[in-house]
């Protein structure tokens, strides 16, 4: 594909996104427990499934994270809804209360939000002019407000980039593109495993033992100096490494180098960005390349919309210590694609094709699908359909699909309704009450919701 054609491609696929589709999310529902406790959840949505609040609203963008036990969507407005897991504030709504239901976050509504990201525990988005807001988990400084001090931050507080373009987190670390010249790139948070490309883990010994080691906190966006000659395009983090692309269509990877999901042939942390020599020469990927990157893998689309992966694919066989071509995705035009804890979901054509590990029915594939799937694999409820965007997280995907020629289609899945926020705590709350007006009396009572 010529420059000008990906650049008329990228250019329509700009006014799809624009335009906004409906979302739709499979997976588990019980964010408390999800990736705590083993075996089968209860309420997991194992088919592509309407949210209530966000039934007809134009969503543009999602996001979650291969760590991460809560979601980001973003509409067509700017307005930002967050749900799930809650326990650190990474949902912004001042508090520390879980959200069944995307809920819009009130104190970012004087912003237009066009990206966002989400760590374990935090999440940051960026606004149409710039400017970058984070919450959640901050004992790290992952959020980039240049300091650690208060370890959460429930509320959103400024991040010290500008001119931002997108963002992306790891577990405990954030990635910024920025428009600066010669800072193309920054990060914050948590250093271990020389993570945020600085050419340091930041490591120390702890005062009250000589063996406890520590990593100091790097609570301010810096540009990675490795890469300060070039202008890097693409951005995608894994739990404890980072992909980036630049103009040129050069690969670096960088972080936690177990698995080989780094892509260098050795298993070695990486301290700083090195490129990937697969991709040079020849194979240097296109301007419209889709990257992606889970918790033990990476991913990438090269010349002739290839995909190659790289890392922990499977729990059992080898790992692909270098990228390699996945021939069961040739030919299809993959137009976006995200990786969770151990699966993928993409959008290609007119399907959606996940695969994976996958107990929640995080997959899509439906009550008397299978649960996981070593090979690609369509999604059968949404075939026909065009996917505008993907996310996945731990235990869940969301899907958005444009409305546009699917007639009543979406009518026919499930809608979820979810609990009101705080509603579970309310049980509680009134069973003690009760419990203690009663005393020690004999008298026996039950709650019913």
Known sequence: MSAVEAEKKAEEEKKVEEKGGELLFCGATCWDIIGRKKGAQEGNLVS??????LVGVNIRFVASGSASCHCVALDVEGRCYTWGRNERGQLGHGDSIQRDRPTVVSELSKYKLIKAG???SHTVVVTEDGLSLAFGWNKHGQLGSGSARNEIESSPVRCLVSDVKTTACGADFTVWLSSVEGASILSAGLPQYGQLGHGTDNEYNTKDSSVRLAYEAQPRPRAIAALSRETIVKVACGTNHTVAVDSNGYVYTWGFGGYGRLGHREQKDEWVPRRVDVFSK????PPDTVISAGSVNSACTAGGGQLY?????????????YPKPLMDLSGWNLRCMDSGNMHHFVGADNSCISWGHAQNGELGYGPSGQKSSAVPKKVDILEGMHVMGVACGMGHSMVIVDRMNVGDRLDQLDVYDGKASGEGMLNVKCTLLIYFLIGKSSTSFSIKK
Do not use: C, E, F, H
């Open 282 to 285: 020849n194979n240097v990927l």
């Open 48 to 53: 592509p499934t309407r949210l209530r609040p």
């Open 309 to 321: 992966m790289w890392g922990k694919l499977k729990n059992t066989g080898d790992d692909w210590m």
């Open 118 to 120: 989400a760590g374990r």
